[in-house]
């Protein structure tokens, strides 16, 4: 992870559209803006990942700030992705297809995918309890790292608003996970 | 957590993994954050990575290679680009003064436009159609029309205007309350197609109304009289000198119907007033012919039935000796006008000899 200085000097250099700047922006926040697409539900959230830098890249002019807003106008173009994208597989709903491939990675670390899937299966279970804006604002504030500021102008929502869906989720959160330890 | 009263950078530390209290119990909230960077914040692979950066590239590229367009006051305006833009985006259309600002046209239009004080540029003797480039078949374009851009849009607001004045009209038409003209069009509209819509009720036939110029115009004067064919009238009969002792032979008055006031005012009282002013002159040279032929008694008779002849000559002379006739009864009165001074005193023996009858 870069220092914000360091992505200070990418931004400007991502605004006069040099490569460099944008493969350092990318870096930087490719991992959390997939996982946060993960989390949410995206049937390809690499590519959908992609296509968020890609109108980044086409928008560069409008957007003004420094990294900080540059991280909360990222997250809220993979937030409107992520709402076209579910309204496009609404209408037009595709049958996954198990890959053949998947098998033979997944057998070579058969240990470590079944504690990954036991740890997802867990979290899902969490957060399956969640209403879908308790969901955005707590992936937001874990995953994105955004400030509540930041999580309310990318959900287009109020701060008190988003403070009342953190305390909400969190809530939540703990009595699901209180409830998996005992049973545990 | 059902307790949490906490504050906005409390819950940050707890996310961050940096709070320690504050919370029932915050390494809750820190396992879950965890797990859940841990389930979902994967590294990317290189593939990933290097097929993401390669669409950022292409789109970096095409970022690049897009013409930048500048503000209007920054063009250049060599070839008249401004002056056209400006133009047309006065007539209202901004996507035409975008085009005209980059395509060839602009340069002849442009230059018609801006009117060059110094060096007007030659008229294209070529059709502006083809001075661009060929257009595109219109074919080529595909229209798609959103489900809600109809909705939207104004021909759909027309239509709903439309649909709700043809259902007002209809309705005002199966009751009758359109004005005359319009029932009738639509009574006839809709017999065509076999339905049945009341017709105006036609009042009763009346007569046509005369022409303006003949009801409006009533004649000023009144029509003309028939004329009567007036025969001239007899010369007095003067009788010949008779001899003293003879009764005065009394002049037959003449017929009262050829002495009567014409009907009409104007033309006929006109002869009429000339006539009996030429009949008077008559009489009166008869009279100044023949002096003796008028004695005493006789002139007093032949001044009474002359007087009573002119008085019937004269209706209106009559009319003014009403009043003398009525002082006549008492003795007083004659029937000579009294305006005749020569008659006055010829009178008063006359209507005396009459009383003594």
């Known amino acids: 992870m870069e220092s914000d200085g360091d992505l200070n000097e990418a931004l400007i250099a991502a605004r006069d559209n040099v490569s460099w700047g944008w493969n350092a922006l990318y870096r930087s926040l490719a991992p959390t803006v997939t996982g946060y697409l993960r989390a949410q539900g995206a049937a390809e959230p690499e590519d959908l990942a992609a296509e968020v830098f890609v109108q980044a890249v086409k928008n560069i002019k409008r957007f003004q700030g420094n990294v900080t807003a540059f991280r909360s106008w990222i997250f809220c173009i993979a937030h409107n992705k992520l709402v076209d994208d579910s309204r496009y597989r609404s209408r037009r709903p595709v049958q996954p297809v198990a890959d053949a491939g998947s098998d033979r990675v997944c057998s070579t670390r058969v240990e470590e995918q079944v504690l990954n899937n036991l740890a997802s299966d867990r979290v899902r279970q969490m957060i399956a309890e969640l209403t879908p804006d308790q969901r955005s604002v707590l992936f937001l504030r874990i995953l994105g790292g955004l400030t509540?500021?930041?999580?309310?102008?990318?959900l287009n929502k109020n701060i008190t608003a988003v403070k009342a869906l953190q305390r909400r989720g969190l809530a939540s959160l703990k009595k699901e996970f209180s409830a998996q330890t005992v049973s545990i | 957590m059902d307790n949490y009263r906490g504050n906005d950078p409390e819950v940050d530390g707890i996310f961050d993994g940096e709070s320690e209290d504050a919370w029932a119990d915050p390494n809750v909230i820190r396992r879950i954050t965890e797990d859940?960077?841990?389930?979902?914040?994967?590294?990317?692979?290189?593939?990933?990575?290097?097929k993401h950066l390669a669409a950022i590239a292409d789109a970096i590229s095409q970022n690049a290679s897009r013409p930048r367009v500048l503000p209007l006051a920054?063009?250049?305006?060599?070839?008249?680009?401004?002056?056209?833009?400006?133009?047309?985006?006065?007539?209202?259309?901004?996507?035409?003064?975008?085009?005209?600002?980059?395509?060839?046209l602009a340069s002849p239009f442009g230059a018609r436009a801006a009117g060059t004080a110094s060096t007007p540029g030659p008229r294209p003797r070529t059709p502006l159609a083809a001075v661009g480039s060929p257009p595109e078949p219109k074919t080529a374009h595909v229209s798609w029309i959103r489900p809600g851009a109809f909705v939207s849009s104004i021909y759909s607001k027309a239509a709903v205007i439309a649909a709700a004045i043809a259902v007002s009209a209809s309705g005002l038409a199966i009751a009758g309350s359109l004005p005359d003209p319009v029932q009738t069009a639509f009574s006839e509209a809709a017999g065509a197609i076999g339905l049945d819509i009341p017709a105006p009720i036609q009042p009763p036939a009346v007569s046509p109304a005369p022409p303006r110029e003949q009801a409006v115009a009533p004649p000023l004067l009144p029509e003309p009289l028939p004329v009567i064919p007036q025969e001239p009238l007899p010369v007095?009969?003067?009788?010949?000198?008779?001899?003293?002792?003879?009764?005065?032979?009394?002049?037959?008055?003449?017929?009262?119907?050829?002495?009567?006031?014409?009907?009409?005012?104007?033309?006929?009282?006109?002869?009429?007033?000339?006539?009996?002013?030429?009949?008077?002159?008559?009489?009166?040279?008869?009279?100044?012919?023949?002096?003796?032929?008028?004695?005493?008694?006789g002139a007093a008779q032949s001044g009474q039935t002359g007087?009573?002849?002119?008085?019937?000559?004269?209706?209106?002379?009559?009319?003014?000796?009403?009043?003398?006739?009525?002082?006549?009864?008492?003795?007083?009165?004659?029937g000579y006008p009294s305006s005749s001074p020569q008659a006055k005193p010829q009178s008063r023996p006359a209507a005396g000899s009459s009383y003594d009858d």
Do not use: H
């Open chain 1, 148 to 154: 509540v500021d930041e999580v309310a102008r990318a």
């Open chain 2, 36 to 50: 859940l960077r841990e389930a979902y914040v994967l590294p990317l692979d290189d593939a990933t990575q290097a």
């Open chain 2, 74 to 104: 920054q063009r250049p305006s060599t070839d008249g680009s401004r002056c056209a833009s400006t133009f047309v985006r006065a007539a209202g259309s901004a996507r035409v003064a975008r085009e005209v600002s980059t395509a060839s």
């Open chain 2, 236 to 297: 007095p009969i003067v009788p010949p000198p008779a001899p003293v002792a003879e009764a005065p032979r009394v002049q037959a008055p003449p017929p009262a119907a050829q002495f009567a006031p014409p009907a009409a005012p104007a033309e006929d009282l006109q002869a009429w007033l000339t006539e009996l002013i030429r009949q008077a002159l008559a009489t009166a040279n008869a009279r100044a012919m023949n002096p003796q032929s008028q004695p005493e008694a």
């Open chain 2, 307 to 334: 007087g009573q002849s002119w008085a019937s000559e004269n209706p209106w002379q009559s009319y003014g000796t009403n009043g003398a006739q009525t002082k006549a009864g008492t003795g007083s009165g004659s």
